[in-house]
């Protein structure tokens, strides 16, 4: 971790960069969207020919392999650039909206306008994918960005930064403040007019506090305890390497890592042999990175030695002193238990046997935590009914993991994993004030709903209520309509 400087001088920082990025927007904010586009697309272009070096930087700040950070930070981010070049100028055309006849000749609209500054606030996990991607939608949107990375993540930050000022965006419209949770505050002291906060339920608490204080809303992607749920239908040779690589990838450091395996008993025995074996392969390779949080590994440490007091039992590896340092496997472990309840940011997954669809949906859904989800089944309908009754914000059916990369799928959780979304259409609007317009066609001197509030037009909205709520035939709906417009014409004369 990098010292915090003194709060003076960190307010001071916050408050410059902040003024810096209101100016900004003030240019930025005005240029059309397929401009703003064209300028993403530089970006993307940058990042395939910069890759190798970002790839080297995000190896030595997040512990990844050259595989994982390849197809985990800069693919997915490769895939959103491209999508926002693609789509952000059709997304964010006004959407027209209906207008019911007692509003009278009107025209409705939403328009889609950019927020202002965006103050992103990210971890250290995916830093460059979690630094570059929400920068990218606010910026898309019209908005500008002040970007707080992790104190872990600076080099990878830095990065971003230059990569932006080399695809040519406006001076200051992305500006990097480094610093911990101090200055996260206190650009949020700043009052932006959006904060987008990717981390721990800590963190997100604690952003969220200092935001209410000046009524600034909040994105908030926090942790997960994801379920992966095996019906006994499912292909099992698909399934052993998909819980290998959903717990493992990454030192099971990514919010969306398999937490949870949850088999149906027929074949809990065997599916958890297979999985032991490759567990004890795949750590052998070196392939799943390495653990670089040190106070999140003794965290999963204690979980696993306290599941193991209360009954679970230590599959891989032999020896209860590796425990969460590296690939562990615990079984027939019990709901109630911290690691199955706990975030667990170390490769430790949990396995837990269930009877029905039932069981096993109440299981998965008996957390804190909503982020995502998979559920593995040759039976497609099946799968889908207990997808269907999953609280979660994503789900998967025979896959993991990749559902996040989806560009056009809203991405965020449910309950303690967060709220609010990014990534898809609903992901780029998040970034944008929805301002509704509602146009006026009529030549009228006066309206009906204005003043006098006298007898009449107590009598003729009463009628009006009447027919288009009360139950009454066809006929008397088309007599009452032609009865009422005449008086509304006759009052429009009085007036
Ligand atoms: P973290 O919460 O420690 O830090 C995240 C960011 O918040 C950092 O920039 C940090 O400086 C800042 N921060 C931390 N405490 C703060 C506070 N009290 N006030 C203001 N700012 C604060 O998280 P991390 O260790 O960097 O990342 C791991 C966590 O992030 C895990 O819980 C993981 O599940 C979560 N995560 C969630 C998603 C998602 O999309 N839902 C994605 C990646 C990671």
Avoid at 58 to 84: N, Q
Avoid at 206 to 233: F, N, Q, T, W, Y
């Amino acid at each position: 971790m990098t010292e915090e400087v003194p709060t003076s001088e960190t307010a001071r920082r916050a408050s410059a960069a902040m003024q810096s990025a209101r100016t900004a927007f003030d240019g930025w904010s005005g240029i059309d969207p397929t401009e703003r586009s064209a300028c993403i697309e530089r970006m993307r272009r940058k990042i395939v020919l910069d890759r190798d070096e970002i790839v080297r930087t995000i190896c030595a700040e997040a512990g990844k392999t050259r595989a994982e950070a390849l197809s985990s930070d800069v693919l997915p981010t490769l895939e959103m650039l491209r999508y926002l070049e693609r789509e952000t100028a059709r997304i964010l055309e006004p959407r027209k909206a209906k207008t019911p006849l007692v509003f009278g000749r009107a025209s409705s609209r939403v328009e889609y306008r950019p927020r202002g500054v965006v103050v992103v606030i990210a971890p250290w996990n995916n830093p460059f994918q979690l630094s570059l991607v929400p920068a990218a939608f606010a910026l898309a949107a019209g908005n500008t960005v002040v970007l707080k990375p992790s104190p872990l993540a600076r080099k990878t930050a830095a990065l971003v930064g230059r990569l932006c000022q080399d695809a040519g965006l406006a001076q200051d419209a992305l500006q990097v403040e480094d610093g911990g949770a101090e200055t996260a505050l206190a650009l949020i002291a700043e009052q932006p007019d959006l904060v987008f906060f990717t981390g721990g339920p800590a963190g997100g608490r604690a952003v969220l506090e200092a935001a209410a204080r000046h009524l600034i809303p909040v994105i908030l992607e926090l942790g997960g305890k994801d379920p992966m749920i095996v019906l006994a239908d499912a292909d099992l040779e698909r399934v052993e390497q998909a819980a290998v690589y959903g717990a493992f990838t990454h030192a099971g450091q990514h919010c969306v890592s398999t937490k949870r395996l949850l088999v149906e008993k027929p074949i809990y025995g065997t599916l958890l042999d297979r999985i032991a074996n490759l567990t004890r392969s795949l750590t052998e390779t070196g392939e799943w990175g390495r653990v670089v949080d040190e106070r999140a590994m003794a965290a999963a440490a204690e979980q696993v030695r306290e599941a193991v007091a209360d009954g679970a039992r230590l599959v891989v590896p032999d020896d209860l002193d590796r425990a969460g340092a590296e690939p562990t496997l615990v079984s027939d472990c019990s709901p109630s238990m911290r690691l199955v309840q706990e975030e667990t940011f170390a490769p430790v997954l949990a396995v837990l046997p269930f009877e029905t669809d039932a069981e096993a949906v109440e299981m998965a859904n008996d957390s804190p935590f909503g982020l995502n989800a998979s559920v593995w089944s040759g039976d497609a309908a099946r799968a889908d009914d207990v997808v269907g009754r999953l609280r979660t914000g994503n789900a998967c059916v025979n896959n993991v993991l990749i559902n996040i990369g989806n560009p056009h799928l809203p991405f965020g959780g449910v309950k303690a994993s967060g709220f609010g979304r990014y990534h898809g259409p609903e992901g780029l609007r998040a970034f944008c004030v929805e301002t509704s317009v509602l146009a006026s066609r009529s030549r009228r001197r006066t309206e009906p709903n204005w003043f006098p509030h006298d007898d009449n037009m107590a009598e003729m909205t009463d009628e009006l209520i009447e027919l288009r709520y009360g139950e009454m035939s066809r006929w008397q709906r088309l007599t009452g309509w032609i009865r009422v417009g005449r008086k509304l014409t006759r009052r429009g004369k009085n007036l």
